[in-house]
């Protein structure tokens, strides 16, 4: 999000849950998002992985390194990332300018709850850092885990709307409403 770096001191300490701990990237994080990046099962409503090699080749050492994005880790090891960012302005109108969270998690991981947890730490810290800032998530309308969990987290539906060659969903939620 590029106003997070602005707002608050970047990276944030730790943020630990019961289960998980939210961080900056590390280098020792790489080969993960290798993984996350290039997995067609992480990608099936994403619009298809990208080349191994091709995201190998273009991956810093230390990857997704800026304010908003979050590695997550499972007992010493990175099993997905929370990204928080600002829509930019040719994003959907109902969206531009607010707060946006995404996700992905290695499939070994999927069905756990590790999604739910980690996206609601990132959300508490959100809503510290700026108080009141309303978030959007869109997915794929068809992406039946990913609709549960926007409606775990309180997003309403604002639109649906089609792009990518399929419908999408985008909710919303005031930060003022209590997380899970």
């Not at 990608?43 to 298809?48: D, F, I, K, N």
């Not at 709850?113 to 959007?136: D, F």
């Not at 885990?145 to 089609?162: D, H, I, N, P």
């Amino acid at each position: 999000m590029d106003d997070l770096g602005v707002v608050a001191a970047w990276p944030p300490g730790k943020i630990r849950t019961e289960r998980l701990v939210l961080r900056a990237p590390e280098a020792r994080d790489r080969a993960v998002f290798v993984e996350l990046l290039a997995s067609p099962e992480v990608h099936t409503y994403l619009g298809g992985a990208r080349a191994r090699d091709r995201v190998e080749r273009s991956l810093p050492e230390v990857p997704e390194q800026w304010p908003g994005s979050f590695a997550v880790e499972l007992d010493g090891m990175m099993i997905g990332q929370i990204l928080l960012r600002r829509v930019p302005g040719r994003g959907r109108p109902a969206a531009v300018g607010k707060a946006d969270i995404g996700y992905l998690f290695l499939p070994e991981v999927w069905g756990r709850g590790y999604a739910t947890e980690a996206c609601a730490a990132a959300l508490g810290w959100l809503a510290e850092v700026l108080p009141g800032e309303p978030v959007v998530l869109t997915t794929q309308s068809a992406n039946l885990a990913s609709m549960r969990l926007a409606a775990k987290l309180g997003f309403t539906e604002v639109e649906r709307f089609e792009a990518w060659g399929a419908e999408q969903w985008l909710g919303m939620r005031s930060m003022d409403d209590p997380i899970i």
